[in-house]
Structures are given as C-alpha cells and as structure tokens.
C-alpha cells in the first residue's frame, strides 16, 4: 500500500494570519526547557514530536512531563533516530508501539494524536500509524536546521518557512538546536507583532 494512501495533515487550525509551530528529536535538555518558556511567555501551543530515547535519556521524561502539563500536543517520532522508510509493517508497528509505551510511560496514559516519520522517510509507516490512531503529521515548511545552525540564515529560512495556514517545522533535539531557538524567537516575535496567531495542526 502506497505512503499517499494515507492523508497527511498539512494545514494549521483556523484562516488568515496563522501557522502551527512543531518541533522535532526532542525532548533535549540543552533546548527544550528554554523553547518551553518562550513558549509559554507567548501563550503558545505547539506539536512535539519525540523520539522514544531522547525521553528515557536522564532528565527525558522531566521536560516531557512539562511539555504536556503546559499543554503542548505530542506526536510520535519513533523510539530513534532510524531511517524507517524501508521497513517493513510488523516492524514498524512494534517500533511505534513501543514508543507509545515509552511516552505513555513518563506521562500517563494520553492521546497521541500525530505521527511524523524520521528523516521524512514514510515507506508504510502512515498507514501503520493510521492503523494504531494517529494521524501522519507531514513535513512542510521547514527551516533546514540540520543544516546549519547559523542564526541569520535559520531567521531568512523561518521567515521563508512560515506561510498562512502551513505547519512550520524546526527541532528541538537532535544536536546543538540553540541557533534554531534564536531563530524561533526573533521570527515569531515578529509576527506576533504583525498579528498572527499561532494555533495547532487541524483535526487535532
């Protein structure tokens, strides 16, 4: 069954000057806490997706308690790092699985309502997640910051990245994320300023 079978979620709650922030390979001590506080100074909600070993590493499931407690939304993002564009369903489902045993762990029994493929490697993997409830949560309006972590640059790419009605995609894990953080603040203070607003992915 082809990854297109499933329909992705690509557009923000609401009309006019809006976005759904999310962020993924989190939680990560060196720049969740700080992401949190910025966003909950604004009042902002957002879309985390987790990697299962980034919760279980020392001080994982603290920030990711947070994260839910300050009413961030969470999405699957496997138990690793691992391309899973190859795999096959019963060893996608087992991964997924037991990353839901993993969140489900560190915060109670909770929805997750989204999943996102690593690496945005679907293969079967939407439709394994469709099969367990979630709903896979598509890769659009990205700011490249795997690429580099240069501030201005991840500032133009955000600026570019961020269009009405789009999910914006940036990460809080998976390396060194604090020029992404910077680039976060300075472009969504700026738009606050100019009047959007900043909501959750629909069907959420």
């Not at 795997?146 to 940036?170: C, F, I, S, Y």
């Amino acid at each position: 069954m082809p990854a297109t079978s499933v329909e992705h979620v690509r557009r923000a709650q609401g009309s006019g000057l809006v976005a759904a922030l999310t962020f993924d390979d989190g939680p990560d001590p060196r720049t969740t806490p700080a992401l949190l506080d910025f966003l909950a100074e604004h009042g902002i909600r957002a879309v985390f997706a987790v990697i299962g070993e980034c919760v279980l590493r020392p001080g994982g499931a603290d920030i990711l308690r947070r994260t839910v407690a300050e009413g961030h939304v969470l999405c699957s993002h496997s138990t690793s790092f691992a391309d899973m564009g190859d795999w096959p369903a019963d060893r996608v489902r087992a991964d997924l699985e037991e990353n839901a045993r993993i969140i489900r762990g560190a915060v109670g029994d909770i929805p997750i309502p989204f999943w996102r493929a690593p690496n945005g490697s679907w293969g079967v993997t939407a439709e394994v997640a469709a099969e367990l409830g979630m709903r896979p949560l598509a890769v659009t309006g990205t700011i490249l910051d795997w690429e580099t972590q240069d501030v201005p640059v991840l500032v133009d790419n955000l600026r570019a990245a961020m269009k009405p009605g789009q999910l914006v995609l940036a990460h809080d894990g998976g390396g060194d994320r604090r020029g992404t953080l910077a680039a976060v603040r300075e472009v969504v203070t700026e738009r606050l300023a100019a009047g959007w607003r900043f909501t959750l992915p629909e069907e959420c």
